[in-house]
Structures are given as structure tokens and as C-alpha cells.
């Protein structure tokens, strides 16, 4: 069992009687932006160490306890240890920490205690010389019941950390990947909007494919901080990509696959905007909604693209080529579904992507070919992975 310790209780530093883990981050607070990662790694418990219950403060809570997990509020280490499942695996976030799901991934499946750690920094306080304290900490509730012992006046998380660090917990270091992603310890509301945008940006370039990383997340970079700083719902991006998905399978309806193909990957992209506004918003309809307009684009794009290339060559090879692409494809996604993806590995956008310059090189029925290969390879590798994992 998987279960969350998150502190609520220093005031922000550029906000008068604000606590900073209620300060905005792309919409939500960070509390709900940690709480997330969190429940995203699996954990099925949060406990919220508070100082005082704000208004703010009360919402937040609220909003999580509607997510399906166990989320408590307590005000001591005594009733934080009385909340926990004793067999529990806890992922302790320090008080206004920033960081990304690859740093929450790497420190959730640890056996023992561990402490994420980086050199001389203000990030939080010192572990010995030359070395502080990340921010990260996988711990066993036992080391919480150890700080209920010490007296009452001690401060929770300083101390936590000092008996942690005492029981010769291991240490693993912070990659400079999560410093540049927006990892940190941050209580200034501009500073946390500014790492708060490179942490969204982390999130489509950690994903496990190339088009998220290599297309998606550079795209990101430029147009995610305009967005969040305007506060753009994400269903308005989401209605932008419907209509331009729309609009390109129209043209390509009318014949023009190029231009047909060329609005549907920026529907793609849009739709890849869009469910990483949504998932920090919490809008789960329309997440769900996003995952399943960006396929169903791809499919009726290359169904129409077939056909027009079919009606132009007088033969039935492309529209063959076309529907060896969706269904292998289709298989393809729900093998890969099941194991850890490579990132190589086809995905929706990719096939569109095969045959976007074969369409400007018109050469369509060749890039209908490259696409049913690609997709065919991905399946072939997919099915190999489950089959090795089933032997094992």
C-alpha cells in the first residue's frame, strides 16, 4: 500500500497569511497539483499535516476527497501515525515542493527508507556538509511513530527528517533532468508559476513516445505558458482541436490530403495540450473525451486518405493499406497497453505523420505501406514483451 505525507503548514513568502500550499500552480493549488502525482503513482492514502485549517486550505481538501482515496488532515505526528496503515510505503512531499511524475516513480517502489538528495542549496535543510535534502522521502510510518515520541514542541518535518537521516536511510540523488523540469522547494507565487510551467511541459516530454517528446513537448514549451497564464480553460483548446479535426477531414473528404492531414496533426497537438491542462484541473470527462478524439481522428483521417488514393489510382491497394494500418494499429495499442512502451513504438499520431510528406510527395500508397509496417513492427515487438513477461 502506497500512501502520501504532504505539509501544509509555512506561509507563503510574498503572500500575507497565505499558506504556500495554497498557491496557485496552472489553476490548482500545489497541494492538489502534489496530491495528484501522488494518487497518479498509486497511492491510495494522503494525510495533509496542517497548521491551520484555511479556507482555501479546506477546499483543497475537499476537492481530493472527491478523487476516491483516503485524504485525512492532522495536526501532529501522533495523529498522522494513527491515520496511517501500518504496512504502508509513505512518499513524503516537504512543504512546497514542485517536482515531476518521473521523480515521484523513482522514489515510490523503494524497500526502505530513502531520502532524495542534491548538493549545497536553499532548498531545504541540510543533511550534513555539501548535502540537503531534496524534498523527496520514501519512509516507513514506523519513523513517524518515532517522532511522536520526542517532545511536543519539536517540529514535525525537522525532526522527521533528522530521525530519517539518523536511521542511515539511503540516500539517491536528484537528477539535473528534475531541476530543469521545475523540481524544487518554492513558497514565492511567480517563482512557483514559472517552475509550475516547466513541470507541465516535463509531463509531455516524459511520456513514453516520440511524438509527445520529440514534436509535442518542444510545441509545449512556447504555447503552455501563454495558456495557463491566461488561464485558457482546456475545453476551449479541446472545441479549437475538434473543429480543426473537422476541418481537415473535410478537405481531405474534398481530396486535398496534404492540407487534409496537415489540420488533423494540429488537432493532434491541440488535443495533447489539452489533456495536460485537463489532468492539473482535474477534468476528467474531459480527459477521457481527449483520449478518445485524438484516435478516432487518426482513423477516420486515414480511412478517407485510403480512399482518395484508391479513387484516384483506380485500384483497391490503398484503401487495403489503409485498413491494414487501423486495425493493426488498433492491436497494436491494446498490446502495448498491457506492457512497458519503448519509444520507438507507433502511436496514433505517428502513422499521420508517415503520411503527411508521403501525401505532399504524393506517393500515397507508399506511405500507406511505411505506416501498415510500422504499425505491424510495434505489434510484433508488443506481443514478444507480453509473451517474455508471461514466461518470466
Do not use: C
Not at 492539473?280 to 477521457?288: A, N, P, Q, S
Not at 508517415?354 to 500507406?368: E, W
Request: hydrophobic residues 55%; charged residues 15%; without cysteine.
Amino acid at each position: 500500500m502506497l500512501a502520501g505525507l504532504l505539509f501544509a503548514t509555512a506561509d507563503a513568502s510574498d503572500r500575507h497569511d497565505t499558506l504556500a500550499a495554497t498557491l496557485p500552480i496552472g489553476g490548482v493549488t500545489l497541494i492538489e497539483f502534489q496530491a495528484r502525482l501522488l494518487i497518479a503513482a498509486g497511492a491510495s492514502q494522503i494525510v495533509v499535516v496542517v497548521s491551520r485549517l484555511t479556507p482555501e486550505l479546506l477546499g483543497a481538501i475537499n476537492r481530493l476527497s472527491r478523487r476516491g482515496v483516503a485524504v485525512d488532515s492532522v495536526r501532529n505526528p501522533s495523529e498522522a501515525i494513527a491515520k496511517l496503515h501500518p504496512l504502508a510505503r509513505v512518499v513524503w512531499f516537504a512543504d512546497g515542493l514542485v517536482t515531476t511524475s518521473g521523480v515521484v516513480e523513482a522514489m515510490r517502489d523503494r524497500d526502505h527508507d530513502t531520502l532524495l538528495v542534491a548538493g549545497e542549496g536553499d532548498e531545504l535543510e541540510r543533511i550534513e556538509p555539501g548535502v540537503v535534502w531534496a524534498g523527496v522521502a520514501t519512509i516507513d510510518p514506523q519513523r513517524i511513530a518515532e517522532v511522536a515520541k520526542l517532545p511536543s514542541d519539536y517540529d514535525f518535518a525537522s525532526s522527521l527528517l533528522r530521525v530519517v537521516a539518523q536511521r542511515g536511510a539511503e540516500r539517491v540523488a536528484l537528477p539535473d533532468a528534475a531541476v530543469r523540469d521545475g523540481h524544487g522547494i518554492q513558497r514565492d507565487s511567480r517563482a512557483l508559476a514559472a517552475k509550475g510551467r516547466a513541470t507541465l511541459v516535463a509531463a509531455l516530454g516524459a511520456r513514453p513516445n516520440w511524438v509527445d517528446r520529440f514534436l509535442i513537448a518542444p510545441l509545449a514549451r512556447v504555447a503552455l505558458p501563454p495558456l495557463v497564464a491566461r488561464g485558457v480553460p482546456a475545453v476551449m483548446l479541446a472545441a479549437v482541436g475538434v473543429a480543426a479535426s473537422l476541418g481537415g477531414l473535410a478537405v481531405l473528404f474534398m481530396g486535398w490530403a496534404a492540407s487534409g492531414l496537415a489540420a488533423v496533426v494540429v488537432a493532434l497537438a491541440l488535443f495533447a495540450l489539452t489533456d495536460v491542462l485537463a489532468w492539473l484541473r482535474d477534468e476528467r470527462r474531459l480527459i477521457v473525451a481527449v483520449k478518445w478524439l485524438g484516435p478516432a481522428s487518426v482513423v477516420l483521417a486515414t480511412i478517407l486518405f485510403g480512399h482518395q488514393a484508391g479513387l484516384d489510382a483506380g485500384t483497391a491497394v490503398a484503401p487495403l493499406l489503409a485498413l491494414a494500418v487501423i486495425v493493426a494499429g488498433a492491436l497494436a495499442e491494446r498490446a502495448a497497453g498491457s506492457v512497458q512502451r519503448h519509444l520507438w513504438w507507433a502511436t496514433p499520431p505517428a502513422y499521420l505523420l508517415i503520411l503527411l510528406p508521403a501525401a505532399i510527395a504524393r506517393q500515397p500508397q507508399i506511405g500507406l505501406a511505411v505506416a501498415a509496417a510500422y504499425a505491424v513492427a510495434t505489434l510484433a515487438h508488443a506481443i514478444e514483451r507480453l509473451r517474455t513477461r508471461i514466461a518470466g
